[in-house]
């Protein structure tokens, strides 16, 4: 599965903003989905993930409550919902197709990752 993340851009604390991850190929709704961030000078952190039903969801302590992931199988398409951005959830965005069907924290179980996008948010 091919992907490639969209949305990104530069926005103040406290605002909103909606990332948009397209997938192509056959098998999009046999992976789980996942999106991760890199910010400067630190490791790719998990942010939320979901089983391939879009029914369970996962978060990271960090942006639980505050960020959303959603999919529809029919466009294959993931969708990372934020608000109330902060500036340390500046960082490039990436979403990534898991190996299963199962969501997954850990990125070494995702297997296929898209272009990321960059959020800044500003203080």
Same mark, same amino acid.
């Given at each position: 599965?091919?992907l !490639? ?6 926005? %103040? ?24 961030? %890199? ?14 039903? $879009?029914?369970?969801? /996962?978060? @990271? ?6 960020? @959303? ?11 990372l !919902? ?11 965005? @990436?979403?990534?197709? $898991?190996? $299963? ?8 179980? /995702?297997? @296929?990752? $898209? ?9």
């Amino acid at each position: 599965v091919q992907l !490639q993340a969209s949305g990104g851009g530069l926005v %103040q604390a406290g605002d909103s903003l909606r990332l948009s991850c397209a997938a192509s190929g056959p098998t999009f709704r046999s992976h789980a989905m996942g999106w991760f961030r %890199q910010a400067p000078g630190k490791e790719r952190e998990f942010v939320a993930a979901t089983d391939w039903s $879009g029914h369970l969801t /996962y978060y @990271s302590d960090s942006v639980k409550g505050r960020f @959303s992931i959603s999919r529809d199988n029919a466009k294959k398409l993931v969708i990372l !919902q934020m608000t109330n951005l902060k500036p340390e959830d500046t960082a490039v965005y @990436s979403c990534a197709a $898991g190996q $299963g069907i199962l969501a997954d924290t850990d990125s070494r179980q /995702y297997h @296929s990752w $898209g272009q990321g996008t960059l959020v800044t948010v500003s203080s």
